[in-house]
T-cell receptor, first 111, second 116 residues
Framework: QKEVEQDPGPLSVPEGAIVSLNCTYS??????FMWYRQYSRKGPELLMY????GNKEDGRFTAQVDKSSKYISLFIRDSQPSDSATYLC???????????FGKGTLLTVNP | GAVVSQHPSWVICKSGTSVKIECRSL??????MFWYRQFPKQSLMLMAT?????????EQGVEKDKFLINHASLTLSTLTVTSAHPEDSSFYIC????????????FGPGTRLTVL
């Protein structure tokens, strides 16, 4: 079992839809959880950062962490064509500061 | 804030030559910088971790003599691909971390290397 599992998609939704992206993980030592957005041929851009369990909202984006289930989510409300990108979950904690990434989910928002 | 730049953004070189890629944190001091490699439609693969003034720590399977990393200051790290070959062609991305407490990394825009 991989440390972080993420459905690679692709996921295609109409403009205005609510998008739900998810990752599961196996390492209970993870404490810091991040979502990155990566456009084609660009570096990842930090979208959301959450420490431990709970919710965090920033504009149209909401990140949720459920440590008891080892499950994290990113919700995008009122999705826009400009949201079309690959979304990577990442997490860290425990004995080192390295990030463990999911494989990324390719999202396309159709106008 | 938290801007990381990379130079060059793309480079084409002949087989056997060496290529240097620079990574700079523009508005913060990076205690740690990371170098990743990414193949098409795949996630990021960590190559090495570097702290200012000390030797880089390489991930298993990464040739330290081929991928030379220098972290000369709190705002600059360089990756040199020595004696490059076509199989080294890839997208190289650096990241920088300012706060060990949160482990948050900020990524550069990446450098696309093509070795002919």
């Amino acid at each position: 079992q991989k440390e972080v599992e993420q459905d690679p998609g692709p996921l295609s939704v109409p403009e205005g839809a609510i998008v739900s992206l998810n990752c599961t993980y196996s390492n209970s030592a993870f404490q810091y959880f991040m979502w990155y957005r990566q456009y084609s041929r660009k570096g990842p851009e930090l979208l959301m950062y959450t420490y431990s369990s709970g919710n965090k909202e920033d504009g149209r984006f909401t990140a949720q962490v459920d440590k008891s289930s080892k499950y994290i989510s990113l919700f995008i409300r009122d999705s826009q064509p400009s949201d079309s990108a690959t979304y990577l979950c990442a997490m860290s904690g425990g004995s080192n500061y390295k990030l463990t990434f999911g494989k990324g989910t390719l999202l396309t928002v159709n106008p | 804030g938290a801007v990381v730049s990379q130079h060059p953004s793309w480079v084409i070189c002949k087989s056997g030559t060496s290529v240097k890629i620079e990574c700079r944190s523009l508005d913060f001091q990076a205690t740690t910088m990371f170098w990743y490699r990414q193949f098409p439609k795949q996630s990021l693969m960590l190559m090495a971790t570097s702290n200012e003034g000390s030797k880089a720590t390489y991930e298993q399977g990464v040739e330290k003599d081929k991928f030379l990393i220098n972290h000369a200051s709190l705002t600059l790290s360089t990756l040199t691909v020595t004696s490059a070959h076509p199989e080294d062609s890839s997208f190289y991305i650096c990241s920088a971390s300012a706060d060990r407490g949160t482990d948050t990394q900020y990524f550069g825009p990446g450098t696309r290397l093509t070795v002919l």
